[in-house]
């Protein structure tokens, strides 16, 4: 989900960076690439992820026949 958002971040600061303007209040297209890179390390480091072992839930459980 992260990545996602980061993936508009980028998009947006792309846009302004292209377009030259200049939010007030100092948001510009480097804030908003800095902004989106937060968010992709966010991600990598498993913030807002489910759980670590979603997948691994019911390994144990299973018998060979």
């Known amino acids: 989900m992260l990545a996602v958002v980061?993936?508009?971040v980028f998009?947006?600061?792309f846009l302004l960076d292209l377009v030259g303007v200049r939010i007030p209040g100092g948001?510009?297209?480097m804030t908003f690439a800095l902004l989106g890179l937060t968010l992709?390390?966010?991600h990598q480091a498993g913030v807002g992820t489910a759980s670590i072992r979603s997948g691994y839930s019911n390994w144990r459980g299973?018998?060979?026949r």
Do not use: K, N, V, W
Request: proline share 0%; aromatic share 6%; glycine share 20%.
């Open 27 to 29: 948001f510009s297209g």
């Open 62 to 64: 299973r018998t060979r």
């Open 40 to 42: 992709l390390a966010l």
């Open 6 to 8: 980061a993936a508009i």
């Open 11 to 13: 998009g947006l600061g």
